[in-house]
């Protein structure tokens, strides 16, 4: 989800059976929340967890660069999604809030979901994600695909087998 897309109050996103996101309405609705210290609803939160994920992109303007649709873009936002899932917090604290949809948002969120549930697996040691590993490929994806390779080879992969795990990663296959 883009900010413009957060942004476009005419944006509809079809989620659940019955159930329609609208990254604007839900925007507005949880900064009105978060001033009155209200609770927000998943979608409110998940909203936040967004502008958090954009955030992280504004950070990295002019590092990163990536060709629409490929694998390094797919590195970027997967690692950046799992980054900002684990870290939109940060604003709610900033307001006196707790997340009360954490655990939901890092099953159910939207952006990247298939991707983010593939690779989690791989990022996480003694039950912590390692978030600054993801953050380091995200901002330097020219060495980003071998350091994911090299990170798969740890776990007794080949390197021909720690990339096709990554191309099944990324793209499923």
């Known amino acids: 989800?883009?900010?413009l897309c957060v942004?476009?109050?005419?944006?509809?996103?079809?989620?659940?059976?019955?159930?329609?996101?609208?990254?604007?309405?839900?925007?507005?609705?949880?900064?009105?929340k978060l001033h009155k210290r209200q609770t927000l609803d998943f979608y409110e939160e998940y909203t936040i967890e967004?502008?958090?994920?954009?955030s992280v992109h504004s950070r990295t303007v002019g590092k990163v660069k990536t060709k629409p649709g490929s694998i390094e873009e797919k590195i970027e936002e997967t690692c950046t999604q799992l980054y900002a899932r684990e870290k939109y917090v940060k604003i709610l604290n900033a307001y006196g809030m707790k997340p009360v949809n954490f655990e939901r948002i890092q099953t159910d969120g939207i952006g990247y979901k298939i991707y983010c549930q593939r690779l989690r697996g791989y990022f996480t040691k003694n039950g912590q994600l390692q978030l600054g590993e993801l953050i380091n490929i995200a901002n330097n994806?020219?060495?980003?695909?071998?350091?994911?390779?090299?990170?798969?080879?740890?776990?007794?992969?080949?390197?021909e087998k720690a990339e096709d795990l990554l191309l099944k990663v990324i793209y499923g296959n």
């Open 7 to 32: 942004l476009n109050a005419s944006l509809s996103v079809p989620f659940t059976a019955g159930t329609v996101f609208c990254p604007a309405e839900q925007l507005h609705s949880a900064i009105t």
């Open 50 to 54: 967004g502008i958090f994920h954009e």
């Open 1 to 3: 989800m883009s900010l």
């Open 141 to 159: 994806l020219e060495d980003g695909k071998r350091i994911m390779i090299k990170k798969l080879m740890g776990f007794g992969l080949s390197e």
